[in-house]
Antibody
Framework: QVQLQQSGAELAKPGSSVKISCKAS????????ISWIKQTTGQGLEYIGY????????YYNEKFKGKATLTVDKSSSTAFMQLSSLTPEDTAVYYC?????????WGQGTLVTVSS | DVVMTQTPVSLSLAIGQPASISCKSS???????????LSWILQRPGQSPKRLIY???KLDSGVPDRFSGSGSETEFTLKISRVEAEDLGVYYC??????????FGSGTKLEIK
């Protein structure tokens, strides 16, 4: 069965970076892109962008350019998102989801807390 | 960006009652390919979102047929014919027609009386 297993919760200091992983199983990794979504209580669900798991090509929502960096490791069927220059506004649950238009499958989410 | 407006913000219903959630978009969601990329997801407490419906009215595998989706252009509705306890959570609509500018509604919280 299709699964997207995300890495565990992160506690980070302002100004630092974190790298979240999303390991896919149950399907051919390079057949689907991986999208990333941010969820906060205040802003709800926001689309960060996606990565083409075959070519490594990326798209970033304007709001997340310079904040998020998406990469993949095809050998381990894992997608990564690095968040840099963290501020308290980056505190959120981050989800990976399979595909571009459908999001039929979601990871379990990774809580990132930014606090000094 | 396309703004997705959901109403009501919350619903409190007894088991067996019907539910209806509205989702309106600020622009038509009909894609140039003729499809309408409007989906509904449910986020149960403490869980990640789960897609229920895609392309306005197509139920995902395993989704009970008490759920249905309808609508066109800018107005869409999710209906539950008879609410069950497992249906509690927050329902979101979202659009992918205007990819890569994907946007989500603000959510409707369903509580069980």
């Amino acid at each position: 069965q299709v699964q997207l297993q995300q890495s565990g919760a992160e506690l980070a200091k302002p100004g630092s970076s974190v790298k979240i992983s999303c390991k896919a199983s149950g399907y051919t990794f390079t057949s689907y892109d991986i999208s990333w979504i941010k969820q906060t209580t205040g802003q709800g669900l926001e689309y960060i962008g996606y990565i083409n798991t075959g070519s490594g090509g990326t798209y970033y929502n304007e709001k997340f350019k310079g904040k998020a960096t998406l990469t993949v490791d095809k050998s381990s069927s894992t997608a990564f998102m690095q968040l840099s220059s963290l501020t308290p506004e980056d505190t959120a649950v981050y989800y990976c989801a399979r595909g571009l238009l459908g999001f039929a499958y979601w990871g379990q989410g990774t809580l990132v807390t930014v606090s000094s | 960006d396309v703004v997705m407006t959901q109403t009501p913000v919350s619903l409190s219903l007894a088991i067996g009652q019907p539910a209806s959630i509205s989702c309106k978009s600020s622009q038509s969601l009909v894609h140039s390919d003729g499809k309408t990329y409007l989906s509904w997801i449910l986020q149960r407490p403490g869980q990640s979102p789960k897609r229920l419906i895609y392309l306005v009215s197509k139920l995902d595998s395993g989704v009970p047929d008490r759920f249905s989706g309808s609508g066109s252009e800018t107005e869409f509705t999710l209906k539950i014919s008879r609410v069950e306890a497992e249906d509690l959570g927050v329902y979101y609509c979202w659009q992918a027609t205007h990819f890569p500018q994907l946007t989500f509604g603000s959510g409707t919280k369903l509580e069980i009386k």
